[in-house]
């Protein structure tokens, strides 16, 4: 499926990253440190529609202090990848996926909707500008991309509660590395019983930096007690699992089911979840969305019947949960891991077009 970048004008940087600089960049990006050279801008106002279509070099924002996303945080945002595969091409994954999501983010937090060509129009112009800035990895183990972010702000200088009448859609872009430092070793999990993520009829399955302000919370005293990230249970009963800070849950049991907690409007709906479900069936797996309270966490992995967790996401794509911690003790959880090792193979080869893309979710750049 070609992507246009018709109607993006370009204002190239003045001074773009030195070679040098940039190939030391990539040798050891991080996660979301560096940025490149360029944004793509989109600006919408309620008189004018979507307008002024652009690719500039990347900087500060100029704000109104009264900006209602400062005070309201009217605001959505996405992550997807771009890949460079082995014949130098570039590649991204299910990128209409992300285009709706957004639609649906925008719409909960009464923004404008953007349609899919502007948001993938905006995506490609801007690699296109930044191309040199996909990672090329240097072995199958490695997982370096080019992430990017795209996301929308109420920009109107107004201090009523309102939708702004004023907006901006940015994509910023940054080369990375695995999201985990220590790459795909296990992480461990804190069980929150303090805090919640989201309630029904709330934001939980917007992609809203409120949803990612209200863990921060609970994902700091997940690092208080030596853990990497924090689960959440549901508001209401304070017994279903529902999600990680930013990632989507797995578990697979002794009897090869692939089980992941049913979308209850809670919950973001990831794309590397639904790609997961999917690959499962092709994997001799029996993909399951239900509830999952977590005494069967619990009691599973005590159990046997449950012999991996693994967190998944774009930003994370597969990685394993080698123990859980909540106020009542910690529970070690089984090595090994091989169905999520498998996935995630299986995940990535496609990604960077080592396997044949059977689906059709790959769109080249
Ligand atoms: C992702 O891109 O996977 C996210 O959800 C955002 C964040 C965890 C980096």
């Known amino acids: 499926r070609p992507v246009s970048t018709q109607g993006f004008s370009l204002e190239p940087s003045a001074k773009p990253t030195a070679e040098s600089v940039l190939a030391s960049i990539l040798e050891n990006p991080g996660f979301g440190r560096y940025f490149t050279d360029h944004m793509a801008h989109i600006r919408w106002t309620e008189a004018d529609g979507w307008h002024g279509h652009q690719v500039r ?16 945080a009217q605001e959505i945002f996405e992550g997807i990848k771009a890949y460079r595969h082995a014949d130098g091409s570039v590649w991204t994954f299910r990128p209409e996926k992300n285009a709706a999501r957004f639609r649906t983010s925008a719409r909960r937090l009464a923004l404008p909707e953007l349609s899919d060509e502007d948001f993938l129009g905006a995506i490609k112009a801007l690699v296109t500008q930044d191309r040199t800035w996909v990672p090329t990895p ?22 009523g509660v309102r939708p702004s009448k004023e907006v901006d859609f940015y994509v910023i872009a940054s080369p990375v590395a695995a999201y985990f430092k220590g790459g795909v070793k296990p992480v461990s999990i804190w069980l929150s019983s303090n805090y919640k993520r989201a309630s029904p009829g709330g934001t939980g399955a917007a992609k809203c930096g409120g949803n990612y302000a209200a863990s921060l919370l609970a994902q700091k005293e997940a690092a208080e007690h030596g853990c990497d990230q924090v689960a959440f249970l549901d508001a209401v009963e304070n017994t279903w699992i529902e999600e990680l800070g930013g990632m989507n849950l797995f578990f697979v049991t002794k009897d090869g089911r692939l089980v992941t907690p049913r979308l209850t409007g809670t919950i973001l709906e990831g794309v590397t979840r639904d790609s997961l479900l999917t690959l499962a ?3 001799g797996l029996t993909p399951e969305e239900r509830p999952i309270s977590i005494d069967e966490w619990r009691d599973g992995v005590a159990s046997g019947e449950i012999t991996e967790v693994f967190a998944c996401g774009t930003a994370a794509v597969i990685t394993p949960i080698g123990k859980l911690v909540s106020e009542n003790g910690t529970i070690e959880h089984p090595e090994g891991n091989q169905v999520a090792a498998r996935l995630r193979k299986r995940l990535l080869d496609i990604q960077y077009g080592r396997a044949e893309d059977t689906h059709g979710w790959l769109t080249r750049l």
């Open 281 to 283: 069936k092709e994997e």
């Open 138 to 159: 240097a072995s199958e183990a490695e997982e370096s991309s080019l992430y990017l972010r795209p996301f929308m702000i109420a920009s109107e200088a107004f201090l």
């Open 57 to 72: 070099p990347y900087g500060p924002l100029t704000l109104d202090p009264a900006a209602s996303v400062l005070h309201y």
